[in-house]
């Protein structure tokens, strides 16, 4: 039975496949309450609210009996990094560059899940990514997919740091495999590259420092604390990721609907001259539409004052007299940041 599915779910294009129990040990949930309980998780109340069901499997769906975990590489074929100095210019998480992967693995998950019903006599099953209330990363180094990192991320040996993961949550009973151990040692080079000091320990993450929480789920002012660290960084943030030293045995991924749609680190003056609906055509079927105008004028405003190119600040005051507050005020300060005033 695992050979089979395992051997469609590589058909369909998912790169790594294992199975689990559909059951979480109790230091998940103590982990996840203790994550809670220190506001970590900033203004995701959503985490808070279904949290039973995030920490146990059974508890979101009393029939599952086991767990199989897809990891789908999306390992860049370019420096995620090389962009972050540029003048001038954004950068945007290799993870947003292409396609949404929300999109891509939930259409192989759900043909995987008909494969599975048609050749299983139509066992339940529910598939998952991302976006329902499933611990992914402790069920995925469960299943021996890979281990959590100091920088609490899922990696493996095999793939470095770039793998997405998903879900199919089912009734049928199939031997686990074996967890996997981490293999983290005493490297610290992520919790060393952070720019914002968003760990207060290795394998925690405060989410409230960490750019990709900022400058995606967020709403509101960017605190002033982290302005400048936040650099050109206008969507998401790989630094962490791309620190680690088992990239080298990662391979840019065979998915092309990932590969970089248009010019991968735009001019910033081009992205703040974007209405409503330019942003919206531009990064139609990406990521980045889902944070909106708002939040990603005021993301481009902070990039703007980090640029350190005077030429850009009758940009910054075009931004000044944006009718959202808080990109109007995010304005006035890279305006100030480039010498205004
Ligand atoms: C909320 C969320 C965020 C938040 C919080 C991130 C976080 N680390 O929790 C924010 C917005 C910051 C975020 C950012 C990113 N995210 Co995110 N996010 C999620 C989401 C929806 C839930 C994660 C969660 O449950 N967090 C709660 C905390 C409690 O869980 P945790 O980090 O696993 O915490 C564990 C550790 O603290 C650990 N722990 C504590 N003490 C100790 C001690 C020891 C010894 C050990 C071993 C462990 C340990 O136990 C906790 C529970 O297991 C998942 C999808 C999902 N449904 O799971 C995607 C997910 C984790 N995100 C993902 C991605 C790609 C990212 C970014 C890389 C995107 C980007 N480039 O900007 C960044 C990475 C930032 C980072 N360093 O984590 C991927 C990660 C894939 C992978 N290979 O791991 C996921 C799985 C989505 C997906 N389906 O692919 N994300
Ligand atoms: S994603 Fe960036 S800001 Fe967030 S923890 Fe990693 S390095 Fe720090
Ligand atoms: S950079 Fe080092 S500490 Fe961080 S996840 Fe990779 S191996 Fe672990």
Redesign the pocket.
Known sequence: MKDAIRAEALRLGFDAVRFTAATLPP??RA??D???AAG??GT?DW?ERRADQ?AQPRALWPEAVSVIVL?TNYAPSFDPMESVGWRGRATI????QGRD?HDV?KGRLKALGQWMAARFKGVPLKV???????????L?QQAGL???GK?????SREWG??????EIYTALAIEPDEAAR?HCGSCTA?LDA?PTA??P?????D?RR????L???HRGPIPHEFRRAMGNRV????D??AACPWNKFARASREMRFAPRGERAPPLAELAALDDAGFRARFSGSPVKRIGIGRWRRNVAIAIGNSGDAALRPVAQDLARDADPVVAEAGRWAAMELGDG
């Open positions: 230091e998940a982990r996840l203790a994550f809670l970590a998780h995701m985490m995030r990891g998480s290799c993870y947003a992967y693995v998952f990514v991302d976006t329902a209330p499933v611990m992914e990363k402790p995925a890979g281990w959590q920088h609490t991320n899922l990696l740091n770039w793998l997405f993961l998903g981490e992520c952070c968003a760990f320990a290795p394998f925690r993450l989410a960490c750019l990709s929480y400058s995606i789920e969507y998401g943030c790989d962490c990721l």
